[in-house]
C-alpha cells in the first residue's frame, strides 16, 4: 500500500505539470512588439507637464521625450503621445485609469517602487530621483526656515516630506510651478526650494545654487517608463534601445541638457 500510494501521488503531480503546460500552450502569444510593428508607432502616455521631465514646450519637450523618441528612433517606429491628467494628480498608478487601448508605455515621473511594480512593469532605470533642496547658501538648520516646496513628480513620498519639514520646524509653502518656487528663493522670501531631484538641479544650475538630497529616512527612486505585463517582446526591444542609448551616451547628452550636474 505505501508503495501504490507513493506511485499514485507521483502520477498526481505528472498530472498537474501535464495541466499546467497545456494551459501555457493555450495562452495568446505576445505580439506586443509586432503589433507597434506593424502600425509603425508607438503610444505613449504621460502628464501635461511635469518639468524636466515633460514640458509641453515644442522645442525643449523634456527629459521623458526625448528619451521616448531616441527608443521609438531605435525600434524603427514613429511617437504618439497622449496625454493623461490623472497621472500629475494621483499618487497611485492604478488610479490612472489607462489601459492598454490608450498606450503601450507610460512615461512622466514613473517611480520603480513596489506600488508601481504592483500595477505595470518598469522599464530600465535612466535617473536617481528623489526629494533635493535648493538655496542660494546651505542651509544652517531648519527650525523655522521658510521652505517653499514644489511637487509635481507623483511618485514620491508627499506625505513623508510633510511629516519631516513639521518635525524639523520648518515652514512650508506649497507652490504650484518651478518658477515661482525660483522666484520665491531669489526674492528671499523662501530661505530654500525643495522638489524633485532633477527639477532641483536644473533650477541650481540656472541659478548657481547650492543642491543636495535631503535626508535618507526620505527615500530615493529610480525613474522609470511603464509597459504593461505580459508585453516581453516589446519590454525586450525597449531594454535593448536603452542599453544601446546609454552606451552611445545618448542617454547621458539628454539628462544634460536639463538637468545639470547630477546628485551624487
Known amino acids: 500500500m505505501p508503495r501504490f500510494g507513493k506511485t499514485a501521488r507521483d502520477l498526481g503531480a505528472i498530472g498537474l505539470m501535464v495541466a499546467l503546460l497545456a494551459a501555457v500552450a493555450l495562452l495568446p502569444p505576445d505580439n506586443s512588439l509586432r503589433d507597434v510593428q506593424e502600425v509603425s508607432s508607438l503610444r505613449a502616455c504621460v502628464p501635461p507637464a511635469y518639468p524636466p521631465l515633460v514640458t509641453g514646450d515644442p522645442d525643449r519637450p523634456g527629459i521623458d521625450i526625448e528619451i521616448l523618441r531616441a527608443v521609438t528612433d531605435h525600434i524603427g517606429v514613429g511617437l504618439q503621445l ?100 525660483a522666484t520665491g528663493i531669489a526674492e528671499g522670501r523662501f530661505d530654500a526650494g525643495i522638489t524633485e531631484a532633477l527639477l532641483a538641479a536644473r533650477l541650481a544650475a540656472d541659478n548657481a545654487w547650492t543642491i543636495s538630497w535631503m535626508p535618507a529616512a526620505l527615500e530615493r527612486y529610480n525613474l522609470v517608463f511603464g509597459l504593461w505585463k505580459g508585453d516581453v517582446t516589446l519590454k525586450r526591444a525597449i531594454d535593448q534601445a536603452f542599453a544601446d542609448l546609454a552606451a552611445d551616451g545618448t542617454l547621458d547628452a539628454i539628462l544634460a541638457r536639463y538637468a545639470g550636474a547630477p546628485l551624487e
Open 82 to 181: 497622449r496625454t493623461n491628467d490623472a497621472m500629475g494628480r494621483d499618487f497611485n498608478p492604478r488610479n490612472w485609469g489607462l489601459n492598454r487601448a490608450q498606450c503601450q508605455i507610460i512615461a512622466g515621473g514613473v517611480v520603480d517602487s513596489p506600488r508601481t511594480r504592483s500595477f505595470i512593469e518598469t522599464g530600465p532605470p535612466y535617473a536617481r530621483t528623489g526629494w533635493a533642496v535648493i538655496a542660494p547658501e546651505p542651509l544652517s538648520g531648519w527650525e523655522e526656515a521658510n521652505i517653499g516646496v514644489v511637487t509635481l513628480v507623483s511618485g514620491l513620498d508627499r506625505i513623508g516630506l510633510a511629516s519631516f519639514l513639521r518635525s524639523a520646524g520648518a515652514q512650508p509653502h506649497v507652490v504650484r510651478r518651478p518658477e515661482d518656487l
